[in-house]
Each structure stands twice: as C-alpha cells, then as structure tokens.
C-alpha cells in the first residue's frame, strides 16, 4: 500500500491518495482552516478559523482594554488565535485579560496618553488597532478634551506614521462637534481628528452599552443611583455588550469597513424609566428616584465630583439626561455586519439576579413568572 500527499492552493485543501491492493484509489482530504490574506499595506496574515491555541492571525493593539467593552472584543480576538497587545495605565486593572487568550497571545504595554513614544511602541507591530479610550466625565488629571480629542489625535498619528493597516475608533451615540454636551461635542471632535489624520478610519458609535460591568442596569439597580433630574425621561436604544464586541471583530476581517461609519444600537427604544421599571421587577425591589431640578442639581454633582475621590454624579451626566438618541440614516448598522442584536428584557434576569434578596434570589427570571401567573388564569378559563 502506498500513500502521498499532493497540496491543493486552490481550495486550501489537503489531498492523500491511498492505493489499496486491489488497485482502487481513495481519496481523502484534510481541511486546513487557514487562509493567506494580503492586507492593504501588501502584509500577509494568515487568517485562522481554529481556537485560542492556533497560531497566526491578526496582531491587534486595543487602547482602553481595562475598560468596561474592551474586555469583549479582547476575548473576541485572543480566543481565536489573534495576538492581542494591551495598552494600560495601572497594574491591577489588566490582570483578568491575561486570561483571555492562550500563553504569550497577550501581551501588556504600560503607556501613557501624553506620551508619543509608548504610543508608538504600541501600535507599531500591529495590524489593527482599537480605539476604545473614553471618559463619561472630566477627572482633575484628564478634560474630556485630553481623554477624546488629544488622545485621539495622538494615537491616530502613531497609527498614520507605522502606516496601520486599520484603524477602528469607538466613539459615542450622539457624537457631533456641535451637540450642547461637552461629552458628545469631544466625541464628535475625536471622530473629525481621526478622519482628518487617517482618512481610513471606521467611526463605531454604540448606543448605551449593557452587560455585566455597564453602568446602565447596574446603576439602576444600586441603591446610590437617587438623584435624577429628567424624569428619567431620556430615550435610547440600549445594545449588548457581546454584540458590539462581535460587530468589532467582525470590522477586522471585513476590509470593506474602512473609512465607514456604523451606528451599533439595540432593536427597541427604552427610556430610563422604562428601564428603572424593568429593572425592579427583576430584582424584586422598588428604587427610589427623586427628581431634582437640573439648575440645582448641577452645581452640587460638580462639587462632588471634585470633592470626593469616587465618582457619584458629574455635571456633563446631568446634561445628557436631556439628550435622547439620534440615529444617523447614513451609517451603517448591525444588519450590515449581518449580526442579530440582542433585546435588554430578555437579559435582565442574566445581569442582576444578584441584587435579589436571598428569599427571592432562586425565583425564576420576571418573564417566565409572568408567564405562570398568566397560565392560571389561561387555564380556569380552559375549564370553563
């Protein structure tokens, strides 16, 4: 019995040819789940469909990786195989992404935003990088205007001069240089930089994000969460953590994104009250919210915000709680990354069981007791 080997290029397929005694041939073919890909600078990657393990892929540098949606699309890249370099400030905060891909497939850079050079060093070895730094408020050491608009500016050059083959920037829903919002003007800013330096760039604008460590749900659901001044009347179409972390992954293996704007936001608009209601019939609770006028409660969230060393409420917070979501008809969306976003009633019970008291905490979720109590009734009606 005799056994070869032949190479298939065509169809990435590996052919052995077998010959049995008596004379027949049997073909197999072993599958190699990898594939060459010319970037557009002419880099070869080698693109792999295999697990954390595999080796090739994507270099990708994520900027604001410690943060609340960079965990997602770190384990998004690392799980396949993808070599995932890390930017951070603090030790303590990049410990749990060591976990996210296989030994030696992350890798932690510290750096400093005011610092061209660790920068540079960054994003220099990468083939794409994530831009997901961001602050919902000013801090005594960093403006909106440093964190948004400089950051940007300087992470987009070092990206320009290494000639990067993507560049995706994470900014805001609402981002427009003109919006009454410090918050959603330095955003909108941030967007016109990165275009200007790197005309390539693809702009993500998710709406308010929820899962595990957001703070939408979980701000709800806590007990400091008192003070509103809207009426929570605020409108919105909350969207997933995991899909915004899969539509980013997406953005990388699809070279057609580049220089494309995409408006990532979930498949129902919700006001914050609406959300508050959601969220107390899944923890079995009732919150308080008291509505403070916005002239008076402004200037109090602005000394506590320099007051105390942990964040409560800032005043630019304040201001965005007048601000519902507008939706650009000329970006794009999920529907075009073919990607289904999940809806925030059907996850509600997943992120806040928690904060359900131990006689309640085994119930099942909201939904499906709603469910049972309308069964009864479905039921004695059945009868008669």
């Known amino acids: 019995m005799q056994k070869c080997w032949t190479a298939q290029a065509s169809n990435g397929l590996r052919v052995a040819s077998r010959a049995t005694r008596s004379g027949n041939t049997v073909i197999q073919r072993r599958g190699l789940k990898q594939d060459v890909t010319i970037t557009r600078t002419g880099k070869p990657v080698i693109r792999i469909q295999g697990g954390r393990a595999s080796l090739g892929g994507f270099t990708a540098t994520v900027f604001g990786a410690t943060g609340f949606l960079g965990r997602y699309i770190c384990n998004r890249l690392a799980r396949q195989g993808c070599t995932v370099v890390v930017p951070f400030r603090e030790e303590m905060a990049k410990r749990h992404l060591k976990l996210m891909g296989d030994l030696g497939r992350v890798t932690f850079l510290e750096y400093d935003l005011r610092n061209t050079a660790s ?78 330096i790197f005309p390539e760039t693809t702009i993500v604008r998710p709406a308010p994000v929820f899962g595990f460590e957001d703070r939408l749900l979980h701000r709800l659901a806590g007990v400091t969460n008192l003070f509103t001044s809207n009426h929570m009347q605020e409108r919105y179409w909350p969207v997933h953590a995991i899909d915004v972390g899969t539509a980013l992954e997406a953005m990388m293996q699809d070279d057609s994104t580049a220089s494309q704007t995409y408006e990532l936001y979930g498949p129902k608009n919700y006001s914050t009250a609406e959300i508050a209601e959601l969220v107390d019939r899944e923890i079995i609770k009732r919150r308080r919210h008291i509505n403070v006028p916005k002239r008076i409660l402004k200037p109090i969230a602005n000394v506590l915000n320099k007051a105390i060393w942990w964040h409560t409420m800032s005043p630019e917070e304040i201001d965005r709680e007048f601000l519902d979501q507008v939706i650009d008809p000329r970006a794009k969306t999920f529907k075009d990354l073919g990607i289904e976003p999940a809806e925030l009633s059907s996850l509600t019970f997943h992120y806040l069981q928690g904060y359900r008291s131990s006689a309640f905490y085994d119930l099942p979720a909201a939904t499906e007791r709603e469910k049972r109590e309308e069964k009864k009734y479905l039921h004695v009606l059945d009868d008669q």
């Open 119 to 196: 920068l540079e060093e960054s994003v220099r070895h990468s083939d794409i990088v994530y831009n997901l730094v961001g602050r919902d408020y000013p801090t005594k050491n960093f403006t909106l205007e440093d964190v948004h608009v400089e950051g940007t500016e300087r992470i987009a050059e070092a990206v320009a001069k290494y000639d990067i083959d993507r560049f995706i920037h994470v900014s805001s829903y609402n981002a427009d240089s003109k919006s009454p919002s410090e918050f959603f003007r330095t955003k909108g800013r941030s967007e016109e930089v990165a275009r200007s």
